[in-house]
């Protein structure tokens, strides 16, 4: 399951990318809002909740989840890393997962290009977010997690 949160994280990014792209372009160039524009953030907002579904399965059956208030209580929220895993990365996908779905939302019955600005900056903010609570690589020790965990050979 921890494979399939992984590759589903760059699948989000990907199409949040893609999506940002799109509608900067629809913005500036006053293109109302298509089927290609919706295909793809129908589609991102279907990979993010289904990463959230896999990584609430994560966090209540791993043991740097809901478990670390059970073992260690409190405490956990005086430790960086601890404090990490058991609330701010699950608070701030939580979070960015809302804000795609109110930007997917804007889109949805949307035919002018108006709409384009609105999702942009709803998907620019989930981004920013998203981009603050993976445990990338080059995060403080503790918290950092490889690119493509359990693909890489030691």
């Known amino acids: 399951m921890l494979h399939l949160h992984n590759f589903l994280r760059w699948v989000i990014l990907i199409l949040l990318i893609v999506a940002l792209f799109r ?16 295909k793809i953030d129908l589609f991102l907002m279907i990979s993010a909740h289904l990463n959230f579904v896999v990584g609430l399965y994560l966090y209540f059956t791993r043991p740097m989840g809901f478990k670390l208030f059970q073992t260690v209580g409190s405490s956990v929220m005086s430790n960086s890393v601890l404090r990490f895993f058991a609330v701010e990365h699950m608070l701030g996908m939580l979070i960015a997962i809302v804000l795609i779905t109110i930007g997917r939302g804007k889109v949805k019955r949307a035919t002018d290009y108006t709409a384009h600005n609105k999702a942009f900056w709803f998907f620019l903010i989930a981004l920013i977010i998203i981009l603050a609570s993976v445990p990338w690589p080059f995060r403080m020790e503790g918290i950092a997690r490889p690119w493509f965990p359990g693909m890489t050979t030691n």
């Open 23 to 38: 509608h900067l372009s629809g913005k500036n160039n006053k293109r109302p809002v298509n089927a290609g524009d919706k």
